[in-house]
């Protein structure tokens, strides 16, 4: 798997891969949009509005588009846009702790949205790098969560002391959740109760420092190693593919004609001016084996 292709160069801070009617869909962060590019590097603009400015995207199963918005000051809601190209509220998220971060739709169309519990741009910047203390002991640090979000729009808010979530995957029969547990260096897995509770917390993977996930047909799972690879994990945490890189991949996800398009999300990061740089590439390269779950 050493064949890796720059599909889109020269970008900000590119997150939220999802692989959506024939072409990659992500949200290019400090441009206040989203951006959709095809296997062979065709790019767009698919969403312009700073009224939404999309922090992480999604689609309920009819194919209406959810949005978290990147501007939370004015007002912490879900967004889903209608048919008519009009945008409502899906849930009111005003109740949840500061910091919301990802989203995942799951085949029945609840949604689990997680987020920090406090702000990361702000605690990165102040981090001391001489403080040999382990992230979650510092200074302004607090536990994050993952909501549940009903097709009533109902939220349900799950508490379960996430050290920084991350990226979330659903599997394919609607029975397990994995979310990233980056400051905690591991995937974290739940069962998924028909009601979409979540319950029996478990290590799915440790030993890697996972952000955006995807999960491919053999079980296995997608992130990044924490440093500047691509990394494919079994449970249990062995490690079965690895994809190099020259910058620490953010988000990954699997897609194409066959699914088996591994789409690699690349950026250099820069705590003090995150959004300043443009070292974002969308990459590309073949997986072996394809796509399962959601996103």
């Not at 400090?30 to 767009?44: C, F, N, P, Q, S």
């Not at 002391?161 to 994995?178: H, K, R, S, Y």
Request: with cysteine; net charge negative; hydrophobic share 40%.
């Amino acid at each position: 798997m050493t064949d890796v292709r720059v599909l889109v160069d020269g970008l900000r801070i590119v997150e939220s891969p999802r692989w959506h009617d024939g072409r990659l869909w992500f949200c290019h962060w400090g441009a206040g949009v989203a951006m959709a590019v095809d296997a062979e590097g065709r790019a767009e603009v698919v969403l312009d509005d700073p009224a939404v400015d999309p922090h992480t995207i999604g689609w309920l199963p009819d194919g209406r588009l959810l949005v978290v918005p990147k501007n939370q000051d004015a007002g912490r809601r879900l967004l889903r846009r209608e048919p008519d190209g009009t945008w409502v509220a899906h849930a009111d998220l005003s109740g949840l702790p500061a910091g919301l971060n990802e989203l995942v739709v799951d085949g029945r169309g609840n949604v689990y949205v997680n987020g920090a519990g406090f702000g990361l741009l702000e605690f990165m910047r102040d981090l001391d790098p001489d403080d040999p203390r382990p992230l979650t002991q510092r200074p302004g640090y607090a536990p994050g969560f993952i909501a549940l979000i009903t097709a009533d729009g109902a939220v349900h808010q799950q508490r379960f002391d996430i050290a920084f979530p991350n990226g979330m995957a659903v599997t394919a029969d609607n029975g397990t959740l994995i979310v990233s547990e980056s400051f905690a260096g591991c995937l974290t897995a739940f069962d998924i109760a028909a009601d979409g509770s979540l319950g029996n917390r478990r290590v799915f993977a440790g030993g890697i420092g996972p952000d955006g996930i995807c999960l491919d047909a053999d079980g296995a799972v997608w992130t990044s190693d924490g440093g500047t690879a691509a990394v494919r994990v079994a449970e249990g945490g062995q490690i079965l593919d690895r994809v190099e890189l020259d910058r620490p991949p953010f988000a990954v996800m699997l897609g194409g004609d066959d699914g088996r398009t591994l789409f690699m999300l690349a950026a250099q990061w820069n705590p003090q001016d995150p959004f300043g740089g443009t070292t974002g590439r969308v990459l590309a390269t073949t997986a072996p084996a394809p796509h399962v779950g959601w996103p």
